[in-house]
């Protein structure tokens, strides 16, 4: 395992439910079987995932994602419990063992603790284990309040914060879009995907739209932030359609697939 290499895999909301709020497990099979089958290979995996809101929102029966933070962090501890549950069965059936980690901006802030879930995350990857990680979100209220915590806020910037933590090899984020576009294409059919960005300057940035538009928080906006952090640690960064996980064989292959950031280093 010591030449192995570390790939965080983080999977957003659109991919692993539908728009009622029931889990797609469809996806989720496909999700874990592949961390599984790339664990059997040799490569140290972990997950970050999302979704604990929307399915505590469907389980409780409530009609609508909650408004008050109260609510919305009852909702996460109820989904958070039933995606775990769902995940452990689906990785016994590979034979793989996993371990949740939730985590606080203050758990990668203070460098204390810092270096105590380095050495968790560490051990739990010399065993073979693969670690599912959330934002605590029922005691914290970062990614819920949309950005109100300068360390977390989203779980495009988690997956890249764990991704530096443990010096993974590779970033990658599945999402309910290809990759990053030069233009909008909801609105321009000659909207050309971006496969290959070597440089993360104004003009990319500017590709990003602002908060509220198409790619506003929690788009593409916190996918370029993840991609900065990636740069700067040294590490690649691939964001590729959530409808295709099993693609995650070609990205290992450095095949082209969605958008990839190339760190230089």
């Given at each position: 395992m010591q030449t192995s290499k570390t790939i965080v895999v983080k999977?957003?909301?659109?991919?692993?439910?539908?728009d009622s709020g029931y889990l797609?497990?469809?996806n989720m099979e496909i999700l874990v079987r592949s961390l599984s089958d790339l664990s059997g290979q040799g490569?140290?995996?972990i997950l970050v995932t999302s979704g604990a809101i929307a399915v505590g929102t469907e389980t409780l029966g409530l009609p609508e994602r909650p408004h008050a933070l109260r609510m919305k962090?009852?909702?996460?501890?109820?989904?958070?419990c039933r995606m775990m549950h769902i995940y452990d069965k689906l990785f016994s059936e590979y034979n793989r063992t996993m371990a949740q980690i939730l985590l606080t901006g203050e758990d990668v802030e203070n460098p204390v603790r810092a270096e105590h879930l380095r050495q968790t995350f560490s051990s739990l990857l010399e065993m073979g284990v693969i670690p599912v990680v959330n934002e605590n979100d029922s005691v914290s209220s970062a990614e819920i309040e949309t950005g109100s915590s300068k360390v977390l806020g989203d779980n495009d910037t988690l997956s890249a914060i764990v991704a530096k933590l443990v010096g993974a090899d590779l970033l990658v984020l599945f999402s309910d879009i290809d990759g990053l576009y030069d233009r909008d294409p909801h609105k321009?059919?000659?909207?050309?995907l971006l496969k290959r960005i070597e440089k993360i300057d104004e003009k990319i940035l500017a590709m990003?739209?602002?908060?509220?538009?198409w790619r506003g928080t929690g788009g593409m906006v916190t996918?370029?932030?993840?991609?900065?952090?990636?740069?700067?640690a040294g590490f690649?960064?691939?964001?590729?359609?959530?409808?295709?996980i099993e693609r995650l064989y070609d990205i290992l292959e450095g095949k082209e697939v969605g958008t990839r950031f190339v760190s230089g280093k």
């Open positions: 999977v957003g909301t659109s991919t692993l439910t539908y797609n497990l469809k490569y140290r995996m962090q009852a909702a996460a501890a109820v989904g958070q321009y059919d000659d909207a050309v990003a739209g602002s908060s509220g538009t996918k370029l932030s993840a991609a900065q952090v990636a740069a700067e690649d960064m691939v964001i590729a359609s959530g409808s295709h």
